[in-house]
């Protein structure tokens, strides 16, 4: 896990402001969270961090938990990863156990706060892992129904298709990483399926 120690330094340091009125939620993942640029203005009525680094698995973001979430105090965490443990040929058990292990990091550091798990991504460059992206998304959205009540599973595949193909305009041409109108498209999900049931009046 060395090769990410730069990348977690940065976040222990990142300066993380006095609560205010707003809800806030920590998004921890991946590269698709870290491209995010406009993610705090896709949000506004949250005070976001993202505390997502680059090429992170979800193994990653286990271990590194501890140094980089509790002292950002979150009232909600998002959670995207699993795609790089799935393409550098881990299993899906071992991506699933991972998922377990990081509800278990929440709950210990952070309390039962509600929690959303964004499912693993379909991308075009990433079309040989088809089928163990889809058992995977499986596994953990059964365990999360059955023993998570404080987590939502965020799908956002079935969005993603067209006529039974992957919409290449979701994506930058490396086939992996989205586009702004994919970033559009997970704003929409996120807010739909999660996160709209939070605003309240001071959020406003």
Not at 63 to 76: A, G, K, S, T, Y
Not at 114 to 126: C, D, L, Q, T, Y
Not at 175 to 195: A, D, E, P, V
Request: glycine share 4%; aromatic share 12%.
């Amino acid at each position: 896990m060395f090769w990410y120690e730069e990348d977690i330094k940065q976040l222990e340091k990142k300066n993380v402001n006095p609560k205010s009125d707003k809800i806030r939620v920590v998004f921890y993942g991946s590269s698709s969270l870290t491209l995010w640029k406009n993610i705090s203005k896709d949000f506004p009525h949250f005070d976001v961090i993202n505390q997502a680094f680059g090429g992170s698995t979800l193994a990653a973001c286990c271990w590194f938990f501890e140094r980089v979430i509790p002292h950002c105090n979150p009232d909600i965490i998002i959670i995207y990863a699993g795609d790089n443990d799935l393409g550098d040929r881990r299993h899906p058990e071992e991506v699933f156990l991972n998922f377990q292990n990081i509800m278990q990091l929440i709950e210990r550091n952070c309390g039962n706060i509600p929690v959303g798990f964004i499912s693993i991504k379909n991308s075009i460059a990433r079309l040989n892992i088809f089928d163990s992206i889809k058992f995977t998304n499986k596994i953990i959205q059964e365990d999360i129904v059955k023993n998570h009540s404080n987590c939502t599973y965020l799908e956002i595949n079935e969005d993603m298709f067209v006529q039974g193909a992957i919409d290449t305009s979701l994506f930058e041409p490396d086939g992996l990483h989205l586009s702004s109108k994919g970033y559009m498209l997970w704003k929409n999900k996120i807010n739909t399926l999660f996160l709209n049931q939070f605003i309240t009046n001071t959020t406003l």
